[in-house]
């Protein structure tokens, strides 16, 4: 199970930097704009201190951890709606992720330009969410197009699907995004299958080399009324990528992407459950509220269609027993049918 974090922003806003410190990959960095074309791709582990205590008490042979996969995006215009910079093929890259992170610049820098010539980071993130918006209502008027020829035969779906997609014009030609609009589940199916950019789940991150100021200004208080918001100081970021731990730990720093990755996964509305053995102790990925075969497929299909039940137990309760026999001894490892509901932490053993 693959999700994915697309890393974007305008020009020169520290994108590719921070991609390559999450990834420690060598992308192309350059002071210009349209410097990455095609996306660049890189799986991230998402942290997890449980793996280590869990693998000691298994004598696991190896420790795998959860991935989320960023991928960096070139930069965005104004205009690229209507294919400036090369809009159209930034957008569709957008189009395939899962969320979206997108990189606000706040510090100053005299040496690194400004596509706009001036740092206003609440413009900065207009111009992106209105690129955004009439992507959007491009493609919301060509679907209302296609439906009204499907209405006007009774379907009932288009008809149905019809509503929603004028709802959520009026909502995007109000300059808001697609998200804003409350909508219940079953309408909610009709925007994923229209797959609008505004739609996606986001957060911003802000590349600032004044944390104190960036905290306490208005730009972060508004956007933490309503998203995910992450202080960064990319270039330390890559300067930290490539130093040892022992290095970092000298110098008396520390990363903060971890926030930045736990975060993105939070975003996404996923949730983590282990399993552990001798053979290996892994974190395996699945949607929030899932029941316990829907969460089994993050294994493997079998582990769904084949459910019979599962040996379920809290990763702390686990610990705390020692082992497996110990802990149905002391009843805290509990048998669960296919309606069990997985929590985070949930250490599983599948029966099928």
């Known amino acids: 199970m693959s999700f994915r974090i697309g890393i974007v922003g305008l020009p020169n806003v520290g994108k590719s930097t921070l991609f390559k410190a999450l990834t420690k990959n060598q992308v192309d ?3 210009y704009p349209f410097c990455t074309i095609e996306p660049n791709v890189g799986i991230v582990k998402v942290p997890d201190e449980r793996l280590e205590k869990l693998a000691e008490m298994s004598k696991s042979a190896k420790i795998v951890p959860t991935v989320i996969e960023f991928v960096d995006i070139a930069g965005l215009v104004k205009g690229a709606a209507e294919g400036e910079g090369l809009g ?17 610049r706040v510090f ?3 040496n690194i330009t400004h596509v706009h010539e001036k740092i206003d980071p609440q413009n900065d993130i207009e111009v992106i969410n209105t690129e955004l918006i009439l992507a959007d209502l491009e493609t919301i008027q060509k679907r209302i197009v296609k439906l009204e020829k499907e209405a006007r035969g009774q379907n009932k779906e288009a008809i149905a699907a019809l509503k929603v997609a004028k709802k959520m014009k009026v909502i995007l030609d109000e300059g808001k995004l697609a998200r804003d609009l409350e909508l219940s589940a079953e309408d909610m199916t009709f925007v994923k299958d229209m797959q609008l950019l505004t739609s996606k789940p986001i957060l911003y991150v802000l590349n600032t080399n004044d944390f104190e100021k ?4 208005e730009l972060v208080k508004n956007l933490e009324k309503k998203y995910p918001v992450v202080l960064l100081d990319i270039k330390i970021e890559e300067e930290l990528s490539q130093m040892s731990a022992e290095e970092a730990a000298e110098l008396g720093m520390k990363t903060k992407l971890d926030e930045l990755i736990l975060k993105s996964y939070e975003v996404l509305n996923l949730i983590t459950f282990l399993t552990t053995g001798p053979d290996e102790t892994r974190a395996w990925t699945t949607k929030k509220d899932s029941t316990a075969p829907e969460a089994g497929r993050a294994i493997h299909s079998d582990f769904e269609e084949k459910f019979i039940r599962a040996d379920i137990i809290n990763w702390q309760s686990l610990l705390e027993a020692g082992s497996w026999s110990k802990a149905r001894e002391l009843g805290t490892l509990r048998t669960e049918g296919k309606d069990y509901v997985v929590k985070d932490g949930d250490v599983i053993e599948f029966k099928i």
């Open 214 to 217: 960036t905290k306490e200004s």
């Open 108 to 110: 100053e820098d005299k």
């Open 88 to 104: 159209n093929k930034f957008l569709a890259h957008i189009r395939e992720v899962d969320a979206i992170a997108q990189v606000v």
């Open 29 to 31: 960095i350059a002071n």
